[in-house]
């Protein structure tokens, strides 16, 4: 079958960092995204990898291991707002998203 | 543009009954879906659209129907509402190639603001 886990919830300090862990078993591979969530929102983009490595979007940073089936999202001096969840989803090779659960991100000042 | 909106934002429905609830994009993607979100999963994908007069089942198909009459339109309807459709229900949309200079890239799904659905 095919699985995406990631940790239900996380604690952080404003002004800390903060790395929420994704792995997953899926079949095929055709890229992994990172939505945030904040509570009685929809989703919404915030990175895409399909090589591994890291890509870095400003405070927003996320890695990919494809032969570890890993993925983490790396979040810098956290501020209140990005309390939310995060959640992330694999593309498998039939294009469709698989979703793992989310990570809800508590921060505090 | 207003992106991806979704009607109703909430419903509440008695066992049985029927509703359909409207999901519209204004940027011209080919792609449509429709999850559905319940505390402690995934998004779950009931049924997609590759293009107009198409649809395709997801994950969850059960007790739901879809159509996509129109591009921009994708449509889903519960025919007998039952308690175990209460869920928040997401409209998605995207496109397999690019169809403005500001999206970071293809296939990136573009949510609505949802639907929360009760039945009771």
């Known amino acids: 079958g095919q699985n995406i886990d990631q940790p239900t919830e996380m604690t952080a300090t404003e002004g800390a960092i903060v790395q929420i862990n994704c792995t997953y078993q899926?079949?095929?591979?055709?890229?992994l995204f990172w939505y945030q969530q904040h509570a009685g929102e929809a989703p919404t983009f915030l990175s895409y990898?399909?090589l591994d490595g890291l890509e870095e979007k400003g405070r927003f940073s996320s890695f990919l291991s494809r032969s570890k089936g890993y993925s983490y999202l790396l979040l810098k001096e956290l501020q209140m707002k990005d309390s939310a969840s995060y959640l992330c989803a694999v593309m498998d090779s039939n294009y469709q998203l698989i979703w793992g659960a989310g990570t809800k991100l508590i921060i505090k000042p | 543009n207003a992106g991806v909106t979704q009607t109703p934002k909430f419903r509440v429905l008695k066992t049985g009954q029927s509703m359909t609830l409207l999901c519209a994009q204004d940027m011209n993607h080919e792609y449509m879906y429709w999850y559905r979100q319940d505390p402690g999963m995934g998004l779950r994908l009931i049924h997609y659209?590759?293009?107009?007069?198409?649809?395709a089942k997801g994950e969850v198909p059960d007790g739901y129907n879809v159509s996509r009459l129109k591009k921009q339109n994708f449509l889903l309807g519960l025919e007998s509402a039952a308690p175990s459709q209460t869920s928040v229900y997401f409209c998605?949309?995207?496109?397999?190639?690019?169809?403005?200079?500001?999206?970071?890239?293809?296939?990136?799904?573009?949510f609505g603001p949802g639907t929360r659905l009760t039945v009771l």
């Open positions: 998605a949309s995207s496109s397999p190639v690019s169809t403005s200079g500001s999206e970071p890239l293809t296939d990136t799904q573009y």
């Open positions: 899926t079949s095929g591979f055709n890229g």
């Open positions: 990898n399909v």
């Open positions: 659209s590759v293009g107009e007069g198409t649809t």
